[in-house]
């Protein structure tokens, strides 16, 4: 049936069907919807399949400011969610409000296989002036996974080569090729298979839980190391091995730092067998880790990839990805063998500018490693007074995670989460063990810190004591 052409000024306009479904036109709503109205619409036209975190989040959004979010109700809440690591720089930066309404005025997409837009060039001189010596070659996506496609689609190119190795607990997207590389939760991957072949996962270096070491500062056993180089005599040649794929921090498996001394093994390894080294700084790049790039903290090591993938952070909310390589590379990329419709138009490359100009000139990096100390040493304070459950607290600047001593499925961290939510602050769970991760924007302050830390501890009080 065919519904007619309304011309009215009413907020809601109720039309019924003869198979009496009924549908809720809005035309010109000028109020928000409530929290009822909301689940009703998510109840009826979106996918179950997308979950929300914490338990029980039926938070509506009226506004965001900075590293606040308000409901329709008027309650805020501190958010250390960032969109999963997307803002940056804080909801609705001025700087970057600016960049994309000054752009949009002068033309929003401007593809970039029919012209040359200003900002993005702009942007390309920025990346490289951003990324350490070397990493001067650029590619945009719009998502981490096409990046992450991109990277492998280059590395097989000019190794000619096919196979990836990549590491358990990792994230690398949920595309088939990207989910085939992915293994910190079956949860992304059950009932979507066959998956692509030529992936082969070797052991990520969790120290914690190695029966090798004698704990999360203990040092690395090697047994992590030695997994990858038996990988290379027993399932994928050196000849047939494209590249080797890591994140320097494991995101969606745990917020995990692999020993000192790991990441510079691996690019040993990688130059003596010719293989790529890629590393997939999606969640952890662009200042997240108080440095520009997680890989910089040994850059002293010699530590540089071949292809860098980044994504989320990269134009605070606005979508964008790509991938930064050495300017020999793409080399042998006909054209036309790498693209897309929306990679880095002329918004997103505005925004992206912006973005990594405020990180710049407001010390965002500076701001991220002292405000990332205060919540480590937080938490290390609140793990004290619970020794029985939480055995963990590790990460870098403002990416932070805190592990429970609970066993999988117990469900402590999802109620700790949902328990802080209560106390208006939002936070996410992270891997398949009872992990919570704490991504708070770049600019959070002191106070701002000192307001998580007390939401977390009385969120604790509620659920372990």
Known sequence: MRLPIINTKFSRVRLTRSNSSSFSLRLNRSSSYTTNEALNVLKNHFSPAVGRSPKGNNIVCESASGSWITDVSGKRFLDLQTGIGVQSTGHAHPRVVAAVHEQMKKGAHLQQNCMISQPMLRLLEKLNECTPSGLSRFFFNVTGAEAIESAVKLARHETGRQNVIVFNGGFHGRSLTTLAMTSSKTAYRVNYGPLPSGIHVAKFPYCLHCPGSSGASGGCCGDALESVKTMLKEQTSPSDTACIVIEPILGEGGYVLPPKGFLKALRELCDQHGIFLVLDEVQSGVGRTGKFWAFEHELDDGVVPDI??????????????????????????????????????????????????????????????????????????????????????????????????????????????????????????????????????????????????????????????
Not at 322 to 339: D, E, F, L, R, V
Not at 361 to 386: H, M, P, V, W, Y
Not at 391 to 419: K, W
């Open 308 to 465: 860098l993938v980044f994504a989320k952070a990269i134009a605070s909310g606005v979508p964008l990805s790509g991938i930064a390589t050495k300017p020999q590379y793409m080399q042998k990329s006909p054209p036309g063998s790498m693209g897309g419709t929306f990679g880095c138009t002329a918004v997103s490359a505005a925004a992206a500018v912006a973005t990594l100009e405020t990180i710049q000139e407001e010390k965002l990096l500076d701001n991220a490693t002292a405000r990332g100390l205060q919540l480590i040493n937080g938490l290390k304070s609140i793990q004290k007074d619970f020794p029985n459950h939480i055995i963990d607290v590790r990460g870098r600047g403002c990416m932070i995670g805190l592990e429970f001593g609970h066993p999988y499925g117990s469900g402590v961290a999802g109620n700790v989460t949902a328990a802080c939510m209560e106390e208006g602050l939002l936070l996410l769970t992270t891997g398949w063990r009872e992990t919570i991760r704490f991504i708070p924007p770049l600019v959070i302050t002191k106070d701002e810190v000192d307001f998580a830390l007390k939401a977390f501890r009385k969120a604790c009080e509620k659920v372990l004591v």
